[in-house]
């Protein structure tokens, strides 16, 4: 999956090109600020009960 999403592209040539990546960088950050919290919040909560542990199997469903 990463061998995909990760691959030398040419650079960009004009400003549209430029916002473009500025934008898709964003998205991905975002993205990955999501994924690191919601681990985060998961590990410190390290005596899970039934209730957190159910709640993230949820979210881990969809």
Known sequence: MV???IHEIPPSSTSADDKDEVNYFGIFNVVE????????AFAISAPRGTLIS?????????
């Open 54 to 62: 159910q709640l993230f199997a949820a979210i881990s469903k969809h």
């Open 3 to 5: 061998a995909v999403l």
């Open 33 to 40: 600020v999501v994924i690191v919290v919601y681990l985060l």
